[in-house]
């Protein structure tokens, strides 16, 4: 189905034009069946480069479904091709992954969506560069990168940038939201822009102000936001255990006064009751049973219910880095040049998850069941065992499904994969650039 599905909206025609490395070695094999073994691995539920020997066992299959003739088995073929990457090639593969989640988007024809920044924390076991000793809640003092991304509420991953491990969460996040920008297609508004806490800073909230752009972003539980919280005096409830207030604050390093929209949940009445307790709080009678959450705004008109609605729709990017991390390895698969480490996000990332995210929003989805993960996807439909051989002199794979239901389903499946009227051929090429 995969190997259809690529070769519907051919695939190997984009990688080919857009891949900005090249092989000069005589031996070499191609480019196209390197990609695809590393799609392969990921989407085999591998999580390193060792684990290509994973989908070993029906490699004649495997080629016949994806139309080459060669696929590496070794996972030196995989890391010397990654290693090729250099800050120039990544500024020209990252164009092209934008470009190539452009077209998707065209293609479902969405005219408006809102863009989520994000970051998070990839551990590393090495001496890989650019691991540092950073902000790492989960295993404190392990060397680690700390890649930022932005992604749009339908769920595709629209930019990544990989850095070092120390580096702070907003650092660059002005340039990495104009480069987002400039690379969406015109015809998609961007309503909303939503953030965690970590980019709740004064350049970037005036950088949007500036550019009229509606936002709402986290706050961290600061002193500052502390006393503000504290300042409210009228909270609304809008559930059992869920009260709303706000107000308006000028906190230490802001340039001018903002409102801030405060939910808080009472722990007895909600026990998983998400946001922050701080320890302030705790002494206070008042305050000591509830968790806050806090946000800024620069919306005046809507109520503080409608923000907090708005802004709840978040918390699906963490899930979309829990698939990211969980099912395609995104997190492990990893060498030693920071750039190739940064080549494979781009290409688990930004091409691997976003076709499969676009199979699973065209094809697979249906009225009665959501877009299906991917761990559920390798379960039902790619780990079917299955038969290769000969026929009345044809060339068969017999699926071992006894189900008629499921093999309806699959015959379903491939029809709408052949209805499908987008190709990636066309895509613009973009040549690599150089640096300083």
Same mark, same amino acid.
């Given at each position: ?68 003739e ?58 890989q ?19 930022l ?17 120390d ?34 800073q #004064? +350049?970037? $909230?005036?950088? *949007? =102000?500036g ?6 972003? &986290? ?20 559930a ?19 409102r ?38 620069? #919306? +005046?008109? $809507?109520?503080? *219910? =409608?923000?907090?609605?708005t802004?709840r729709?978040? &918390? ?8 990211l ?34 199979l ?38 017999? $699926? ?24 990636l ?12």
């Amino acid at each position: 189905m995969m190997g259809k599905f690529l070769e519907q909206i051919k695939f190997r025609e984009w990688v080919v034009s857009h891949l900005p490395v090249e092989e000069r070695s005589p031996n070499g094999k191609g480019l196209y069946e390197k990609v695809l073994a590393i799609l392969l691995t990921s989407l085999t539920g591998g999580t390193r480069f060792s684990h290509v020997a994973w989908w070993g066992h029906g490699l004649e299959a495997v080629k016949a479904c994806f139309g080459v003739e060669w696929l590496p088995q070794t996972a030196s073929v995989l890391t010397r091709f990654v290693a090729k990457f250099r800050q120039a090639h990544n500024e020209a593969f990252r164009a092209a992954a934008a470009d190539l989640v452009g077209r998707l988007l065209e293609a479902e024809e969405l005219r408006e969506d809102t863009l989520i920044l994000d970051s998070t924390v990839c551990e590393r076991y090495g001496q890989q560069e650019g691991a540092r000793r950073g902000y790492n809640p989960r295993k404190p003092g392990r060397p680690s990168h700390h890649p930022l991304k932005a992604g749009l509420g339908s769920g595709y991953v629209v930019n990544l940038w990989n850095r070092r491990g120390d580096t702070h969460t907003a650092h660059q996040v002005c340039e990495f939201y104009d480069q987002t920008r400039r690379w969406l297609p015109k015809s998609l508004k961007v309503s909303w822009v939503l953030a965690d806490s970590g980019f709740g800073q #004064e +350049e970037f $909230l005036a950088h *949007l =102000e500036g550019q009229g752009q509606r936002y709402i972003v &986290a706050l961290r539980m600061t002193s500052g936001v502390q006393g503000a919280i504290l300042a409210i005096r009228e909270w609304r409830e809008i559930a059992p255990g869920i009260e709303i207030g706000e107000t308006r604050v000028k906190l230490s390093g802001w340039t001018r006064e903002r409102r801030l929209v405060v939910v808080r949940q009472h722990v007895p009445t909600r026990p998983e009751a998400r946001g922050k307790q701080p320890l302030l709080f705790k002494e206070l009678e008042e305050y000591e049973e509830y968790r806050y959450q806090a946000m800024v705004t620069n #919306e +005046e008109e $809507l109520s503080a *219910l =409608e923000l907090w609605r708005t802004y709840r729709p978040r &918390a699906k990017e963490e899930n979309c880095i829990k698939e990211l991390k969980h099912g395609y390895g995104w997190d492990e698969f990893n060498v030693r040049s920071f750039w190739g480490t940064e080549a494979t996000m781009l290409l688990l990332g930004m091409v691997c998850y976003n076709l499969v995210h676009h199979l699973n929003r065209r094809v697979l989805k249906t009225e009665h069941e959501g877009l299906v993960r991917l761990k559920t996807l390798r379960l039902r439909v790619w780990a079917i065992p299955a038969l290769y051989g000969c026929g009345g002199r044809r060339l068969i794979l017999r $699926l071992g499904v006894a189900h008629r239901r499921t093999r309806a389903q699959i015959r379903y499946w491939l029809g709408r994969i052949q209805a499908l009227n987008f190709s990636l051929a066309n895509c613009n090429a973009v040549g690599v650039t150089e640096t300083g």
